[in-house]
């Protein structure tokens, strides 16, 4: 009974930050504080001995109609795995982290809308209902046009209806995928219903049509890679981050995307078996070109905004891989895979949330973040610098760092179903290292550019905030053991219901 | 109570952020702390090897994430490898309190060496493939910040660039390696499939139920890993422009410990090479052999005092890589010579640099060494320092470089002798040539003759007390022979120590002093005829490196990398654009079918009913098809 008081008082938070006026932010990060913690403590007790099921249901009857053999039935149902508490916590911090940099001090209307997108983010990780889940989406989608239309910078109106139409031409076949299996699913059961252990079963699907299977898996993959992104679905990225206002950049990269990956690890995963081999094929060939694509269209950016979020849809091109590959192989490595698909969709939110929050206080002091306005920023910011270099090395793979424990364990195992075209993935992440390293090297290192003028570095809430940061990323780089435990025993049960 | 051996790589932990906290209230005592901790790490290894002498290996491991895990295993060749490194760190981080005193920013300085020796100390006892490549890469990493230290120049900047690419390439390759091995092993042993004990004592069974091919797949993809750290040709390139970062780095980082490591994986997982198929062993000595002929002949033409004693250390590297893979056929024995040769040379390359820094010093960081000459007389406790570092790199008997590399040698002898190929022995032989030639270059135009420059006419030895630790490592280079066949009987008890016979032995050494007659004669014709070979064609090859940056930097990085990403970006951005056509043209249609909204409620009417017409003629239409 944990989880709907959860998202009710949340909810509450989240109405109230409206109305906080000058205390919105101090009270939205306080309140969301007390509540990560809360989770936290609440998880540890509930996943102790995960054995990979779902646990923490809780379900609300909203309808329920039984007449001359219909049965309709309308659920408000909730659950945990430990993928999706996982991504829970994550979403709380990173909303956190978002509201810490909250750019409008006193406006409580952007601070309102950056909670409803963690809300919504909350909520769509532990509904399981479709309905629900549907609703939820639109939740985290509409504050987000919000934020970026209202508070964006350069061309904000355009590139919001942009980001708004693109995610919603997914949405909208999400729904149709939806309503089709569900259709069916009262064609074949007699019963009218939504919940998605229901929906997304295996032996359900197999008695589908043709025709319906791979119409609901295109919906679906559709919706999902649009917000991964994979490579010919991203345009939507890139100009959204370039306009959005810092904390919203950290709320797309670090909720947005981890919703792609939720999608077809925790929602799609389960039917995979049924994807004819081409598709599987396809999604690989999808995921390699997207880590490749993306490292060079990142090294040609100059504006460094747009390279972290390059780079930041390079990353997530891992869960793609891992995707991919894990339906082929099997055993050990299947759930090696699969965990680290997973892990990689939590841990990238930490990374990139640093890139970004680092690159605002070097923006805040310099008002540029173009790689040739800036160098040799070290003699005057050391400590931001620093945090900077932190954030580009943890988005380039470096071990110790959030990445680097998804992106070996993907590579590793991917190895098993591709062979040698994991050097695709390699040549890759050398570009990547190379581009970072050579951001780097421009903006930080060499000669003082002297017509920035002298800089103050950085205050102590800001130190306190990026430092935080580093080190809940070096915790998931060093220490992965509990989750990976909670993620590998999901991935486990994944698995055996083959 | 063996976990007491974790504190071997958490000590220098501590000293990470309190060296930094100490030196930013109190700049004069950076350094005290930081050396304490690495002492105390240096008495727990000691430890660790009393210890060994009589018990088993240390082997304490957790669970790290899913089936990989971290932990510690320390047997006889690990703990040998941590003395020298803890030891070593020692000495150069007490020089470089010394070496740093000025810098306003040594307390960051010795926080990243405390961190560097943390990792460095972790790669080596580490238990895990995946714990090592983690500190593989920290290590990396601390190299990248310490070349970059002074980042205020330019070069130093590019320099660190390209050291972290290069390496990186290799240690991307390294993980595929992994993933080899992994993929391969967790069927047969899911527990831990990449522990470093399970990999080294079932390596024959491995071998067996993977196939040969498969592991010298991998073992080849790990070896790339060892060649981009340990700077082996191709991917030696970064070593010589690392040299922008402070000597006392170089000394540390480039010469006696990081660069060591390529070698060290390769001779903890060699029983993997030994049961791989053998041309895996072949490539090992191949490169490493060609190695140190290549870096020899590429060290005889630098002028950058710095970039002499690089150059020297790839070559050195290569004897040891070479003598690791000469185990293909004269078994572990290759790897205890090969250990012995690195824990020597990590000894007097250490002393080299630093000699190389108190010159530095003195002449305000002037490398070249064509404007020295005549510093004999006016730092003589330097020059004899120095002296000893030379003369155990050039292997003179009787330093600790003569047992050390004549043992290699003589080692690739016996290779010859049981069915390998005489090449080995023949690099090995001449690399000896020309390592006397470029060390006494390099000694010579320092220290004969007369200053050619006014810095050398008022260079000045310091204070002796801060000359300690190089006296200590210059005792050891003369010294550390006696302890050759302990060391070897350590490492492995069934080693077979080869005596050639007496005209094949002392090959070697005539070569010694016929490289340094030739550096003698190249010295004074460079000093005293001054004649100009610079058009020399062959000349002009060797100073360009053998094009080989060349064709890294304007080739690949140039004309593929780059233009690659111009046209990829180039094509995003159509792409993009394309798109918002695409939203514009619909949005224009919209307005287009806005007129036909007109609002009169006829013409809805007329347009629903041909509509509808429509498509009761279509189903209409697939009705007759049925």
Same mark, same amino acid.
């Given at each position: 009974?944990?989880?709907?008081?959860?998202?009710?008082?949340?909810?509450?938070?989240?109405?109230?930050?409206?109305?906080?006026?000058?205390?919105a932010k101090y009270f939205?990060?306080v +309140?969301?504080?007390i509540?990560s913690?809360?989770? &936290?403590?609440?998880? +540890?007790?509930?996943?102790n001995?995960?054995?990979?099921n779902?646990?923490a249901k809780?379900?609300? &009857?909203?309808?329920?109609?039984?007449?001359?053999?219909?049965?309709?039935e309308?659920?408000?149902?909730l659950?945990?795995?430990g993928?999706?508490?996982?991504?829970?916590?994550?979403a709380?911090?990173?909303?956190i982290?978002?509201? $810490?940099?909250g750019?409008r #001090?006193?406006?409580?209307?952007?601070?309102?809308?950056?909670?409803?997108?963690?809300?919504?983010?909350v909520?769509?990780?532990?509904?399981?209902?479709?309905l629900?889940?549907?609703?939820? =989406?639109?939740?985290?989608?509409i504050?987000?046009f919000? @934020?970026?239309?209202?508070?964006?910078?350069?061309?904000?109106?355009k590139?919001s209806?942009?980001?708004f139409?693109y995610?919603?031409?997914?949405?909208?076949?999400l729904?149709l $995928?939806?309503?089709?299996?569900?259709?069916?699913?009262?064609?074949? !059961?007699?019963?009218?219903?939504?919940?998605?252990?229901?929906l997304?079963?295996?032996?359900?699907?197999?008695?589908?049509?043709?025709f319906?299977?791979? !119409?609901?898996?295109?919906?679906?993959?559709l919706?999902?890679?649009?917000?991964?992104?994979t490579?010919?679905?991203? #345009?939507w990225?890139?100009?959204?981050?370039?306009?959005?206002?810092?904390?919203g950049?950290?709320?797309? $990269?670090?909720?947005?995307?981890?919703m792609?990956?939720?999608?077809?690890?925790?929602?799609?995963?389960?039917?995979?078996?049924?994807?004819?081999?081409?598709?599987?094929y396809?999604?690989?060939?999808?995921g390699?070109?997207?880590?490749?694509?993306?490292?060079f269209?990142?090294?040609?950016?100059?504006n460094?905004?747009?390279?972290?979020?390059?780079?930041?849809?390079?990353?997530?091109?891992f869960?793609?891989?891992?995707?991919?590959?894990?339906? @082929? $192989?099997?055993?050990? &490595?299947?759930?090696?895979?699969?965990?680290?698909?997973?892990y990689?969709?939590?841990?990238?939110?930490?990374?990139?949330?640093?890139?970004f929050?680092?690159?605002?206080f070097?923006?805040?002091?310099t008002?540029?973040?173009?790689?040739?306005?800036?160098?040799g920023l070290?003699r005057?910011?050391?400590?931001?610098?620093t945090? +900077?270099?932190?954030?580009?090395?943890?988005?380039?793979g470096?071990?110790?760092?959030a990445?680097f424990?998804?992106?070996?364990?993907?590579?590793v195992?991917?190895f098993?179903?591709?062979?040698?075209?994991?050097?695709?993935i390699i +040549?890759?992440?050398?570009?990547?290292?190379?581009?970072?390293? =050579?951001?780097?090297?421009?903006?930080?290192?060499?000669?003082y550019?002297?017509?920035?003028?002298p800089l103050?570095?950085?205050?102590?809430p800001e130190?306190l905030?990026l430092?935080?940061?580093l080190?809940s990323?070096?915790f998931?780089?060093v220490?992965?053991?509990l989750?990976?435990?909670l993620?590998?025993?999901?991935a486990?049960a994944?698995?055996?219901?083959? | 109570?063996?976990?007491?051996?974790?504190?071997?790589?958490?000590?220098?932990?501590?000293?990470?952020?309190a060296?930094?906290?100490i030196?930013?209230?109190r700049?004069k005592?950076?350094?005290?702390f930081?050396?304490?901790?690495?002492?105390?790490?240096?008495?727990?290894?000691?430890?660790?090897?009393?210890?060994?002498?009589?018990?088993?290996?240390?082997?304490?491991?957790?669970q790290?994430?899913?089936?990989i895990?971290?932990?510690i295993y320390i047997?006889h060749?690990?703990?040998?490898?941590a003395?020298?490194?803890s030891?070593v760190s020692l000495?150069?981080?007490?020089f470089?309190?010394?070496?740093?005193? *000025?810098?306003?920013r040594?307390n960051?300085?010795?926080?990243e060496t405390?961190?560097?020796?943390?990792?460095m100390?972790?790669?080596?006892?580490?238990?895990?493939l995946?714990?090592?490549?983690?500190?593989w890469?920290?290590?990396?990493?601390?190299?990248?910040?310490?070349?970059?230290f002074?980042?205020?120049?330019?070069n130093?900047?590019?320099?660190?660039?390209k050291?972290?690419?290069?390496?990186?390439?290799?240690d991307?390759l390294?993980?595929?390696?992994?993933?080899?091995?992994?993929t391969?092993?967790?069927k047969i042993s899911?527990?831990?499939p990449?522990?470093?004990?399970y990999?080294?004592?079932?390596?024959?069974?491995?071998?067996?139920?993977?196939?040969k091919?498969?592991?010298?797949?991998?073992t080849?993809?790990?070896?790339?890993?060892?060649i981009?750290?340990?700077?082996?040709?191709p991917?030696?390139?970064?070593?010589p422009?690392a040299m *922008?970062?402070?000597?006392?780095?170089?000394?540390?980082?480039?010469?006696?410990t990081?660069v060591?490591a390529?070698?060290?994986?390769?001779?903890?997982v060699?029983p993997?090479f030994?049961?791989?198929a053998?041309y895996s062993?072949?490539t090992v000595t191949?490169?490493?052999?060609?190695?140190a002929?290549?870096?020899?002949?590429?060290?005889?033409?630098?002028?950058?005092?710095?970039?002499?004693?690089?150059y020297?250390t790839?070559s050195?590297?290569?004897?040891?890589?070479?003598?690791i893979?000469?185990?293909?056929?004269?078994?572990?024995?290759g790897?205890?010579?090969?250990m012995?040769h690195?824990v020597v040379?990590?000894?007097f390359k250490?002393?080299?640099f630093?000699?190389?820094?108190?010159?530095?010093i003195?002449?305000?960081e002037?490398?070249?060494i064509?404007?020295?000459g005549?510093l004999f007389?006016?730092?003589?406790v330097t020059?004899?320092?120095m002296?000893i570092?030379?003369?155990t790199?050039?292997?003179?008997?009787?330093?600790?470089?003569?047992?050390?590399k004549g043992q290699?040698?003589?080692?690739?002898?016996?290779?010859?002798?049981?069915g390998?190929?005489?090449?080995?022995w023949l690099?090995?032989l001449?690399?000896e040539?020309?390592?006397a030639?470029?060390?006494f270059r390099?000694?010579?135009?320092?220290?004969?003759?007369?200053?050619?420059?006014?810095?050398? *006419?008022?260079?000045?030895?310091p204070?002796?007390?801060?000359?300690?630790p190089l006296?200590v490592?210059?005792?050891?280079?003369?010294?550390?022979?006696i302890?050759q066949?302990?060391?070897?009987?350590?490492?492995?008890?069934?080693?077979?120590?080869?005596?050639?016979?007496l005209?094949?032995?002392?090959i070697?050494v005539?070569?010694?002093f016929i490289?340094?007659?030739?550096?003698y004669?190249?010295?004074y014709y460079?000093v005293?005829k001054?004649?100009?070979?610079?058009r020399?064609?062959l000349?002009?090859?060797?100073?360009?490196?053998?094009y080989l940056?060349?064709?890294?930097?304007?080739y690949?990085? *140039?004309r593929?990398?780059?233009?690659?990403s111009?046209?990829i970006?180039?094509?995003?951005?159509?792409?993009?654009?394309?798109?918002?056509?695409?939203?514009?043209?619909?949005?224009?249609?919209?307005?287009g079918?806005?007129?036909?909204?007109?609002?009169?409620?006829?013409?809805?009417v007329v347009f629903?009913l041909?509509?509808?017409?429509?498509?009761?003629?279509?189903?209409?239409l697939?009705?007759?098809i049925k």
């Open positions: 009974m944990f989880l709907p008081y959860f998202l009710l008082v949340l909810f509450i938070g989240v109405v109230i930050t409206f109305f906080a006026r000058s205390y939205s990060m +309140f969301l504080g509540m913690v809360a989770f &936290v403590i609440y998880s +540890f007790i509930r996943f001995n995960y054995l990979g779902i646990i809780y379900n609300y &009857v909203l309808a329920n109609y039984t007449s001359s053999g219909i049965h309709i309308l659920n408000f149902s659950g945990l795995t993928f999706t508490d996982l991504l829970v916590i994550m709380l911090i990173v909303t982290f978002a509201l $810490s940099i750019e #001090e006193n406006n409580d209307t952007f601070f309102g809308l950056l909670m409803s997108v963690g809300f919504g983010l909520g769509l990780f532990s509904v399981r209902n479709f629900f889940f549907y609703i939820f =989406w639109e939740v985290v989608l504050p987000m919000f @934020i970026i239309a209202k508070y964006g910078t350069i061309n904000k109106e590139i209806i942009k980001f139409i995610t919603h031409v997914g949405s909208l076949f729904l $995928s939806i309503f089709m299996l569900s259709t069916y699913y009262f064609i074949e !059961f007699k019963v009218f219903t939504f919940q998605i252990s229901d997304m079963n295996l032996a359900f699907q197999k008695s589908l049509p043709k319906a299977l791979y !119409f609901s898996f295109f919906g679906f993959l919706a999902f890679l649009i917000k991964l992104p490579f010919p679905l991203h #345009e990225l890139p100009n959204a981050h370039y306009t959005a206002p810092f904390s950049s950290i709320l797309l $990269s670090g909720g947005l995307l981890s792609g990956g939720y999608g077809l690890l925790g929602i799609l995963y389960p039917v995979t078996p049924l994807f004819p081999k081409s598709l599987v396809f999604l690989i060939i999808l390699l070109i997207s880590v490749v694509y993306f490292a269209t990142s090294m040609f950016q100059t460094l905004k747009r390279m972290i979020a390059y780079s930041s849809a390079g990353e997530m091109a869960v793609t891989i891992s995707f991919g590959t894990s339906i @082929i $192989s099997t055993g050990y &490595v299947k759930t090696f895979d699969l965990a680290g698909g997973m990689q969709t939590i841990a990238h939110a930490f990374v990139t949330s640093l890139a929050a680092s690159l605002l070097i923006y805040k002091r008002h540029t973040i173009q790689v040739y306005g800036l160098g070290y005057q910011m050391p400590y931001a610098s945090f +900077f270099l932190a954030a580009l090395l943890g988005s380039l470096l071990p110790a760092l990445g424990i998804g992106e070996f364990s993907v590579t195992s991917s098993e179903t591709i062979g040698l075209f994991a050097i695709i +040549f890759g992440l050398i570009v990547t290292a190379a581009y970072f390293i =050579w951001a780097a090297q421009r903006s930080l290192y060499g000669f550019n002297e017509k920035l003028g103050k570095d950085l205050t102590k130190f905030i430092l935080f940061m080190v990323s070096i998931f780089g220490y992965p053991t989750m990976f435990k993620l590998a025993s999901y486990k994944l698995s055996v219901v083959f | 109570m063996v976990g007491i051996y974790f504190l071997i790589f958490i000590f220098p932990l501590i000293a990470f952020p060296e930094y906290i030196g930013k209230y700049l005592l950076s350094g005290i930081s050396s304490i901790m690495i002492l105390l790490s240096l008495i727990l290894v000691i430890d660790a090897y009393l210890y060994l002498l009589n018990h088993n290996a240390i082997y304490v491991h957790y790290w994430f899913y089936n895990d971290f932990g047997d060749l690990t703990v040998l490898m003395m020298m490194v030891f000495m150069i981080n007490l470089a309190i010394f070496y740093m005193r *000025e810098d306003p040594k960051i300085y010795f926080s405390s961190l560097f020796v943390t990792a100390l972790g790669l080596v006892i580490s238990s895990n995946v714990l090592l490549f983690l500190f890469e920290i290590v990396g990493l601390c190299s990248y910040l310490l070349i970059g002074w980042f205020f120049k330019p130093a900047a590019s320099a660190a660039k050291a972290f690419l290069v390496t990186r390439v290799g991307l390294f993980i595929i390696g992994m993933a080899v091995l992994y391969s092993l967790v899911p527990v831990s990449l522990s470093i004990p990999l080294i004592t079932n390596a024959h069974k491995i071998s067996i139920l993977i196939g091919n498969t592991l010298a797949l991998a080849l993809l790990i070896l790339a890993g060892a981009a750290k340990s700077a082996q040709f991917l030696h390139v970064w070593i422009d *922008e970062g402070p000597t006392t780095v170089s000394a540390l980082i480039h010469a006696a990081m060591t390529g070698v060290y994986l390769v001779a903890r060699f993997l030994e049961y791989s053998a062993l072949y191949a490169i490493g052999a060609f190695t002929f290549f870096a020899g002949i590429l060290g005889i033409v630098m002028n950058d005092i710095k970039r002499v004693l690089a020297s790839i050195q590297l290569g004897y040891m890589l070479a003598s893979g000469l185990g293909g056929i004269i078994g572990y024995s790897v205890t010579f090969g012995y690195l040379h990590a000894i250490a002393l080299l630093m000699s190389a820094a108190v010159i530095l003195a002449l305000l002037l490398r070249d064509k404007q020295m005549g007389r006016r730092m003589p020059a004899i320092l002296l570092g030379a003369i790199l050039a292997a003179i008997p009787p330093t600790a470089g003569y047992f050390s290699i040698i003589s080692a690739s002898y016996e290779y010859y002798l049981n390998g190929s005489i090449i080995p690099l090995l001449f690399s040539i020309l390592t030639v470029y060390t390099m000694y010579f135009l320092v220290f004969l003759g007369k200053p050619r420059s006014y810095l050398a *006419e008022h260079a000045r030895d204070k002796l007390v801060y000359l300690t006296m490592l210059a005792f050891l280079s003369l010294t550390l022979g302890i066949k302990p060391f070897y009987k350590f490492l492995y008890s069934g080693v077979n120590i080869y005596t050639p016979p005209y094949i032995a002392v070697p005539i070569f010694s490289g340094i007659g030739i550096a004669m190249i010295y460079t005293n001054k004649i100009d070979i610079s020399n064609p000349y002009r090859i060797i100073k360009n490196k053998f940056d060349i064709i890294y930097t304007d690949v990085a *140039e593929i990398i780059l233009p690659l111009f046209y970006g180039h094509g995003d951005r159509t792409y993009d654009n394309s798109i918002d056509k695409m939203g514009s043209d619909l949005a224009d249609a919209g307005t079918l806005r007129k036909i909204q007109t609002g009169s409620a006829g013409y809805y629903l041909i509509g509808l017409s429509i498509l009761f003629i279509i189903i209409e697939l009705g007759m």
